[in-house]
């Protein structure tokens, strides 16, 4: 029994590597997880770097054609699990539920940009009430969550800079049934959209070494989900896990930027519904040794608009015991980025070639 809880544990390892080049602005997800684990008091803590890389084909501007637009980012994780008693735990979670990065070399796009960024750090709170059931246990899950925007943009050809910020509540909800024994856990999971209205302000650079303070604002939707996870022993020291999730990207239609003075830029997405697939193996070497490897499909969002199209992803990863009750656990994955051409929209005229992204993940857990 002990080999396949230690082997369950390298699971929460792939989700996190898979959902940092999930489609869309996807990142990372709260780990929830940490509510399966044994222990009255569980902590992890660790960090996901993705290092991608895509090429324009063509543009509008011949000086972005051969340059990468995609910036590095790191993907912060933390989570914190108390047993309040045999049938009750609730978990305060931490991470960067969605983000992008993009550093053009020469002015792209009718906003002349020269980078833009966001991050969406999300803090929740999750429960889970246990009850036997049959041979194993039912888990009713619900929390909500605070969600924080930060966004960041240069343009007019590095005369406008704007920050933006925001904040938004959501909720989520599931239900899970696991048989511990056998490593058996399936779980379905809902997670709230939310809707951002942000403000802040701008310098706009009206002559050389002379800039004044602008008022900014920005709107956006982002989406709900609904994730299925399944995982069992398939053999003694053997685990084969998959899941499925749906999010409704469509809802992202458009990013709206309004500033006093200069006027609007808009984003075009126009997005379809996001699906990611993601099937692996586990196998545990020994009592405190257990590793995995994984393969992930995601369905591209884009229908034309911009260049978020199909990404693969193979992971692998180890879980390591240390003699101090610790649990380390390492991963890393290689992620393909189809090609994409953007054919409608105010981005019409410009391609990527497929690109690469490199992904290295870290974290730790202790309990008591």
């Known amino acids: 029994m002990r080999l396949v809880r230690i082997l ?23 780990d929830t997880d940490i509510l399966y684990e044994d222990g009255n008091f569980n902590m992890r803590a660790g960090a996901i770097i993705v290092v991608p890389t895509q090429k324009f084909s063509k543009s509008v501007n011949p000086a972005l054609v051969g340059t990468d637009y995609l910036d590095t980012y790191v993907i912060p994780s933390g989570a ?44 929740g709170a999750t429960c889970a009430v246990f009850m036997n059931m ?93 994730e299925l996870k399944v995982q069992s022993g398939i053999a003694p020291g053997w685990l084969a896990f998959g899941s499925v999730r749906w999010t409704d990207w469509s809802v992202n239609e458009t990013l709206n930027l309004n500033v006093t003075g200069v006027g609007t830029s808009q984003n075009q997405y126009y997005w379809r519904d996001g699906w990611t697939i993601t099937g692996g193996v586990g196998h545990a070497f020994t009592d405190n040794v257990s590793g995995l490897v994984s393969l992930q ?49 105010i981005e019409a005229g410009n391609a990527v070639d497929s690109g690469w992204a490199g992904i290295l993940s870290a974290n730790y857990k202790v309990k008591w």
């Open 297 to 345: 499909w995601d369905r591209g969002v884009s229908t034309g608009y911009d260049f978020r199209t199909d990404k693969w992803l193979l992971a692998a990863g180890v879980s390591m015991k240390d003699s101090l009750g610790g649990e380390l656990r390492l991963g890393g994955a290689v992620s393909y980025l189809a090609s994409a051409e953007a054919t409608k929209g």
């Open 80 to 123: 914190v699990k108390i047993k309040m008693t045999d049938n009750l735990s609730c978990a305060g979670t931490y991470t960067d539920v969605y983000g992008a990065a993009s550093t053009y070399a020469s002015p792209f796009g009718p906003a002349l940009k020269l980078s833009e960024k966001f991050t969406v750090t999300e803090f």
């Open 134 to 226: 049959g041979k194993g246990r039912l888990a009713v899950l619900g929390g909500a969550f605070l969600e924080k925007f930060n966004y960041d943009f240069v343009g007019g050809g590095g005369k406008l800079d704007v920050g933006l910020t925001s904040s938004a509540v959501g909720w989520r909800a599931g239900v899970a049934y696991e048989i511990p024994d056998i490593a058996f856990r399936t779980e379905l999971m809902y997670r709230s959209g939310t809707t951002h209205d942000a403000s802040g302000s701008g310098n706009l650079t009206v002559a050389p070494g002379v800039s004044i303070p602008v008022p900014a604002a920005g709107d956006g939707e982002l989406p709900q989900s609904v």
């Open 8 to 30: 369950s544990a390298t699971t929460v390892l792939a989700a996190a590597i898979g959902s940092a080049q999930a489609g869309g602005f996807s990142r990372g997800t709260a």
